[in-house]
C-alpha cells in the first residue's frame, strides 16, 4: 500500500529507495558527543532509559573517527544488505551540542564519501539555536537532511517522570524553528512510559496536528546500567507485554497521516544489553506481528487521520 510494497505503513526503508532508486542504508556515528542532562547543564543523572552508550545501537568504539565509521559502515551494509547509498546519522547522545564551528567539521567529515546522500542528526530540542540550524539547513540542497528530535511524550507530566529535563513547550519552538529553515524532523516517541491508552494517542493526534515529517516509536525498556534496570530490579516498574504494544503501535499508527515516513516501530539499543521486557530482543518477530495486526483490523497509517 506504500511505496509499492505490501506494508500497510509508510516504512522509511521503502521510501528511501523510492526516493533514490537504490537501497539506502544509514550508518550510525559515534562522534563523541556528550547531553546537557548528563554533564551537570542540566542534570547528572540523565534520562532514567538512556544507558552509557548514549542510545547508541551499534557496538564499534567511538574512539574510531567519524571517517573511519563511515568506511567501516559502507563496507558492513554494502556487504550484508546490498547498500548502494547512504545516510550518515548520528546517534549517540546529543549530536548538535557543540559550538557551530565544531559541528560543521563533524557533519563534513561525514559527507566526504561519494555514495552519501543524507544526513540525519539526532539531537534534544533544548539543543539547538538559529545559528545551529542555519549551518544544518546548508546542507539540504545536496543532501536529504533531517533533524531527528527526542520527544517520548507530549505530557510535562511523563517528560518530568523520565527526567527528560525539557517542556513540551520547548519541543514546539525548536520544531517550528526547525521547519521554518526547510529541515526535515523526525521525532522519537516511546510507548509504555506508564500512561494510559488515551495520553499515547493524544502524541500521535499531536504529531499528526503538527504534520511532523517523521516518526520513530521506541518501546520503553530497561538496558544494564540505566536507572531504569534499577527500578525494574526492584518491583517499581514493569513493561507491556508484546500483545499489548503490538495492539498500540497500531492504534497510533492509524492517527498518523500516511505522508509521514515511520522510522521505527520495534527495537532499542543493543541485545545484549537489555534488561527486560525480553521480548522486545525479538524484534522482527515483533514488527511481523504488527503487520499481521494491521491485516486482521483491515487498517493502515493514516486511517484515522
Known amino acids: 500500500m506504500f511505496n509499492g510494497t505490501d506494508k500497510r505503513y509508510n516504512q522509511y526503508s521503502a521510501h528511501l529507495k523510492n526516493k533514490f532508486g537504490v537501497k539506502v542504508y544509514k550508518i550510525t556515528l559515534d562522534a563523541g558527543f556528550s547531553c546537557p542532562n548528563r554533564d551537570g547543564t542540566i542534570s547528572t543523572g540523565g534520562c532514567i532509559f538512556c544507558d ?47 559550538p557551530v564551528k565544531e559541528l560543521e567539521k563533524i557533519y563534513n567529515s561525514a559527507l566526504s564519501n561519494r555514495d552519501i546522500v543524507g544526513l540525519s542528526i539526532g539531537t534534544r530540542p533544548d539543543c539547538v539555536d538559529e545559528e545551529k540550524l542555519n549551518l544544518i539547513a546548508g546542507y539540504k540542497d545536496d543532501y536529504y537532511t533531517w533533524l531527528e528530535y527526542g520527544l517520548q511524550s507530549i ?32 521525532v522519537h516517541v516511546i510507548l509504555g512510559l506508564q500512561e494510559t491508552h ?17 516518526v520513530k516509536i521506541h518501546m520503553l525498556c530497561a538496558l544494564e546500567g540505566t536507572r531504569l534496570a534499577a ?59 504488527i503487520d499481521r495486526e494491521l491485516l486482521r483490523r483491515n487498517s493502515y497509517q493514516g486511517i484515522k487521520s
Open 198 to 214: 488515551e495520553e499515547m494517542m493524544q502524541t500521535a493526534q499531536k504529531l499528526a496536528e503538527l504534520e511532523v515529517d517523521g
Open 52 to 98: 552509557e552508550g548514549g542510545s547508541f545501537s551499534q557496538s564499534h568504539s567511538k574512539l574510531l573517527s567519524v571517517e573511519s565509521q563511515i568506511a567501516e559502515g559502507v563496507k558492513t551494509l554494502s556487504s550484508r544488505f546490498k547498500a548502494q547509498k547512504f545516510m550518515s546519522y548520528f546517534q549517540a547522545y546529543s549530536n548538535t551540542y557543540k
Open 155 to 186: 505530557h510535562d507530566r511523563t517528560l518530568k517522570w523520565i527526567n527528560r529535563g525539557h517542556d513540551f513547550d520547548c519541543f514546539l519552538r525548536a520544531y517550528e524553528n526547525t521547519k521554518e529553515k526547510g529541515i526535515n524532523v523526525c
Open 231 to 289: 527500578m525494574y530490579n526492584r518491583g517499581e516498574i514493569d513493561f507491556m507485554s508484546e500483545d499489548d504494544y503490538v495492539r498500540t503501535v497500531c492504534d497510533f499508527l492509524e492517527y498518523l497521516p500516511p505522508h509521514m515516513t515511520i522510522h521505527r516501530l520495534a527495537g532499542n539499543g543493543l541485545k545484549s544489553e537489555l534488561i527486560a521486557p525480553k521480548w522486545l530482543g525479538a524484534k522482527f518477530d515483533c514488527l511481523n506481528k
